[in-house]
């Protein structure tokens, strides 16, 4: 059982900051791909940004500029950097991690972006 726990959401204002971290735990064999989503209300759940356990990235072209993510290997954990935010942002946040031959899912964590 792998179990992803997410935290760093919350309001912010436009033009600020926030890091989101996923860290997972549990008896993993091989964390291939570490990924970010999001989905906002009435919208489809989209991909955000994606690292390799090589460290390659990828970004979704809305957030290009203004978002890094992150991992660190020891402890499982990927992070998403989150600046310049807008009010386009605001979503319900998950990480999804590829480990083994099974995908993992985060609980959720909420970004709202307003004045």
């Known amino acids: 059982q792998v179990q992803l726990v997410e935290s760093g959401g919350g309001l912010v204002q436009p033009g600020g900051s926030l890091r989101l971290s996923c860290a997972a735990s549990?008896?993993?064999?091989?964390?291939?791909?570490m990924r970010w989503y999001r989905q906002a209300p009435g919208k489809q759940r989209e991909l955000v940004a994606a690292?390799?356990?090589?460290?390659?990235?990828n970004y979704a072209d809305s957030v290009k500029g203004r978002f890094t993510i992150s991992r660190d290997n020891a402890k499982n954990t990927v992070y998403l950097q989150m600046n310049s935010l807008k009010p386009e942002d605001t979503a319900v946040y998950y990480c999804?991690?590829?480990?083994?031959?099974?995908?993992?899912w985060g609980q959720g964590t909420q970004v709202t972006v307003s004045s």
């Open positions: 549990g008896s993993i064999f091989s964390i291939h791909v």
């Open positions: 690292i390799t356990s090589g460290g390659s990235t």
């Open positions: 999804k991690v590829n480990a083994g031959m099974t995908a993992y």
